[in-house]
């Protein structure tokens, strides 16, 4: 039976005002979703029950604008950061300030509480990452590593990583237990996400915008996701005679691809599991070898890319066994795949090349040195291989913007091998 359109009208529920200044930072209890905290530049928490018109508690203690806020899982407590760069937790049952915490140099404009309870992150635009013991009523440990404000934060649900996003384009994960980043991802993480217009009664329809047209190359950031026409989501009624969509044929566009992408994820995390079996042995030639043996350059990039954040890892029989699969990787259609290429090629010219020369270069040994001569292989073979590079570089840095850009710079450091 065909569903019977219909538009569906939303009503406001409340409208409270909140503060009698600039209201600039809100949150709503995850636990209950009925208790509501705002955060205002009268310097004031206030706190509001769902559906009920009046504030229930006004939290003071702050002398500059409140610029963040966030309940504990638990919605006992409430913290708040503040233009000053000062944090403090206030215990709503008791009403009261139960910790003033200092030492940010700038305004506080991220914070989240760790799923234990008894620690919170915070993010300031003095790029520095803060984590707290509420018991000690200090800070612990500082995470360095972002260039400016550090704007979003999340525990992991096991709380052993914490997750950073900051102004700075980048997105940090960092190892709580040993103190340290695990992996940085260059570009901004974009979520999908679709509007709903007009409905059946049961199920709103997913609504999009026009798609680009293709440029050739898949970009890192995009505005929207590959592989769905996001025409197919908007209403027929807006391109054709017909009825808006039903439900079935929605959910059949966006599932459209979905067992073989779950398939393709599957044999990825096997494959991946396989590389750091062999990893974990502390042999980093053989994971890379093992992860190109695969025919897979994902994995490959996926391994480059933890290799490239440590250049101490490097070696030469490593550039031998990499540089013909950077070659692949800077021709990709993926622009990510073409920037890890773009950072592992530019770390061997600069760590790699003035031995590859000056081995290349030296007068013949006398007498037998076998780790001379291997030495000499490896760099005859790196050789041949950057000179194959270098055509490449040099054709893609014909390209206009920032891709061009970053060929331009490595075909700067490969002109020393035409000499």
Request: proline share 4%; charged share 20%.
């Amino acid at each position: 039976m065909a569903l019977t359109s219909t538009t569906i009208t939303s009503w406001k529920l409340q409208e409270i005002v909140a503060h009698s200044s600039n209201v600039s930072s809100l949150v709503l209890g995850k636990s209950s979703g009925r208790l509501l905290a705002t955060g205002g530049e009268d310097c004031r928490v206030n706190i509001w029950a769902v559906s009920k018109p009046n504030c229930i508690m006004s939290l003071t203690g702050h002398t500059s604008p409140v610029e963040c806020i966030q309940f504990n899982s638990s919605e006992e407590r409430v913290v708040a950061g503040s233009q000053s760069g000062s944090l403090r937790l206030w215990d709503l049952e008791a009403a009261k300030i139960l910790r003033t915490l200092m030492g940010h140099k700038a305004s506080i404009c991220s914070l989240d509480f760790h799923p234990m309870g008894e620690y919170l992150a915070s993010g300031s635009v003095d790029s520095n990452i803060k984590l707290w013991d509420v018991r000690r009523k200090g800070c612990v440990f500082r995470y360095k590593g972002h260039t400016q404000a550090v704007r979003c934060l999340a525990f992991s649900p096991d709380g052993k990583w914490l997750a950073s996003a900051s102004d700075d384009s980048t997105v940090k994960l960092w190892d709580l237990i040993a103190g340290k980043m695990i992996t940085e991802f260059p570009l901004p993480l974009v979520l999908w996400l679709y509007c709903t217009s007009v409905t059946s009664p049961s199920r709103p329809v997913v609504t999009a915008t026009k798609s680009k047209p293709s440029t050739g190359i898949i970009l890192s950031t995009r505005n929207e996701p590959i592989g769905l026409t996001a025409g197919d989501f908007l209403s027929h009624a807006r391109n054709a005679k017909a009825g808006v969509m039903g439900d079935d044929e929605a959910l059949a566009q966006i599932r459209k691809g979905h067992d073989t992408m779950c398939v393709m994820l599957t044999s990825r995390y096997k494959n991946l599991d396989t590389v750091r079996s062999v990893w974990a042995s502390g042999d980093v030639k053989t994971s890379l070898d093992s992860a190109v043996s695969m025919n897979d350059l994902s994995i490959v990039v996926d391994i480059l890319n933890i290799i490239n954040l440590k250049p101490s890892l490097w070696k030469l029989d490593l550039c031998t066994s990499i540089l013909p699969q950077i070659e692949e990787l800077l021709q990709s259609k993926y622009e990510s795949y073409v920037q890890t290429g773009c950072m592992a090629l530019k770390l061997i010219l600069k760590r790699f090349w003035p031995l590859i020369s000056d081995t290349l270069t030296a007068p013949p040994s006398v007498g037998v040195d076998i780790t001379r001569e291997e030495r000499h292989q490896k760099c005859k073979a790196c050789y041949k291989q950057l000179k194959n590079l270098s055509n490449v570089v040099k054709n893609r840095a014909e390209q206009v913007g920032r891709h061009g850009s970053t060929f331009k710079e490595l075909q700067l450091l490969m002109a020393p091998l035409d000499y």
